[in-house]
């Protein structure tokens, strides 16, 4: 039977007609600064109308739109809201480094991936999965459901286990929610700053200003307590679906094993904690908890590049 290619696989017809290599750190640095000059660019200087304009009390100048101070101090994101930030932060990578231009490829990874998300209890949201064009080890997430992986780590994996496990730590910083708990701490800095500066902003650019930060966090990565979590939290993924749970200690023993000036992984020494501690942060948390699970390495089946 024939399958409908993802979501994400449209994003090919946009990219040029040759596959290219990229350099995920620079692409992404660059695609980042270009979003946020755009913003600084757009500022036009507003008209001075001083002399019409009503006199403001000092109280005034200090005033804090208290809908927003409540949304960055209780509020949460609806799942309208995670998707379009995920949505525009993923737009932002793809338009940085395209997807690797192979249709079988990326159905397989969003088969994979959407199978180990079913096991997270979040039915609201749309997974979306893709193997992006660069020779640099990494992998990234976004809120909404969009997971990343670049074509140098998929291309030092050895079995279906090992990729579940790590799309199983991807999804799980989306089902922790990391990202946007950062753009949160980042809405209430934004609001605190509003207020020092007499600044408001409607709820639309500060979505904007939050889908920018959001971008810097792919390319600057999470705090290392957020990693470890997904480490264990993604482990528990994989094998609730049915992979052997050691895939992703296999993948960080792999790349604990890489040469220190190795470039290809230098974006993923920016973004991680270095796999050798995740190494050891995993085996104290898991310690023998899994060594009753039997779960399918599946080596055969694990869909190779060509």
């Known amino acids: 039977m024939k399958r409908t290619a993802p979501l994400l696989v449209a994003c090919l017809l946009a990219c040029s007609s040759q596959a290219i290599a990229f350099d995920l750190g620079k692409a992404l640095e660059e695609r980042i ?17 001083t002399q019409n304009a009503a006199p403001t009390s000092a109280s005034g100048k200090q005033k804090i739109d208290a ?16 998707n379009r930030i995920g949505q525009q ?8 480094v395209p997807l ?40 990234f997430a976004a809120p909404g459901g969009y997971v990343f992986l670049t074509k140098g780590l998929y291309r030092r994996l050895n079995s279906e286990a090992e990729l579940a496990g790590v799309l199983g730590h991807e999804i799980a910083h989306v089902t922790r929610k990391h990202h946007l708990k950062v753009l949160k701490k980042s809405s209430l800095i934004g609001v605190l700053g509003q207020a020092a500066s007499n600044k408001t902003q409607g709820s639309d650019q500060v979505v904007q ?61 920016k973004t991680h904690p270095h796999p050798a501690d995740r190494l050891d942060k995993l085996g104290e948390a898991v310690g023998g908890r899994m060594d009753a699970v039997r779960g399918k390495a599946l080596t055969d089946r694990f869909y190779r590049i060509k």
């Open 33 to 49: 600064n270009q979003e946020l000059n755009k913003g600084q660019e757009s500022k036009t200087p507003a008209p001075d109308n």
């Open 67 to 82: 809908q927003q101070l409540g949304f960055a101090l209780f509020g949460d994101y609806s799942p309208e809201e995670e």
């Open 89 to 96: 932060i993923a737009g932002n990578l793809l338009g940085a």
């Open 100 to 139: 690797v231009r192979d249709d079988k490829l990326q159905r397989y990874v969003n088969l994979v991936g959407r199978w180990v998300a079913q096991q997270t209890g979040r039915r609201d949201l749309t997974w979306h999965f893709g193997v992006v064009n660069s020779e640099d080890i990494n992998a």
């Open 209 to 269: 200003n939050l889908i920018g930060n959001g971008a810097e966090i792919l390319a600057r990565g999470l705090d290392k307590d957020a990693e470890f979590e997904a480490d264990r939290v993604g482990m528990v993924f994989a094998a609730r679906a049915g992979y052997d749970p050691w895939g992703l200690p296999n993948v960080l023993q792999d790349m604990a094993s890489l040469p220190a000036k190795d470039g290809r992984t230098s974006l993923l020494y």
